[in-house]
Nanobody, 123 residues
Framework: QVQLLESGGGLVQAGGSLRLSCAAS????????MAWFRQAPGQERDFVAA????????KYADSVKGRFTISRENAKKTVYLQMNSLKPEDTAVYYC????????????????WGQGTQVTVSS
């Protein structure tokens, strides 16, 4: 069982930056693929980024490539999402997700989810 807790959301002007963190409980964080998804009001939950267990493979949605960076620190059981050059269309609730193994889905096919953190980008 893994519990995930996101932090770092907030209100930022367009062009600004935020760093989201997701702290995990449990002893086997290093065995989990970690991902970030986001969901805007009235829309589906969309893939943002994912990282494999050792950080060797990263995946990004086209809409965030070159602006967002996912990383992890297994010793701290934490995954991060550095978000730069933020746009109003990045406004959403951002969710951290985890699944064991090596498969890296870009669909919401993850076993564990955090409660989400709100990111609002003003124009």
């Amino acid at each position: 069982q893994v519990q995930l807790l996101e932090s770092g959301g907030g209100l930022v002007q367009a062009g600004g930056s935020l760093r989201l963190s997701c702290a995990a409980s449990g002893r086997t964080f290093g065995n989990y693929v970690m991902a970030w998804f986001r969901q805007a009001p009235g829309q589906e939950r969309d893939f943002v980024a994912a990282i494999t267990t050792t950080g060797g493979t990263l995946k990004y949605a086209d809409s965030v490539k070159g602006r967002f960076t996912i990383s992890r620190e297994n010793a701290k059981k934490t995954v991060y999402l550095q978000m730069n050059s933020l746009k109003p269309e990045d406004t959403a609730v951002y969710y951290c997700a985890a699944r064991p193994g090596i498969v890296v889905p870009i669909t919401p096919n993850y076993n564990y989810w955090g409660q989400g953190t709100q990111v609002t980008v003003s124009s």
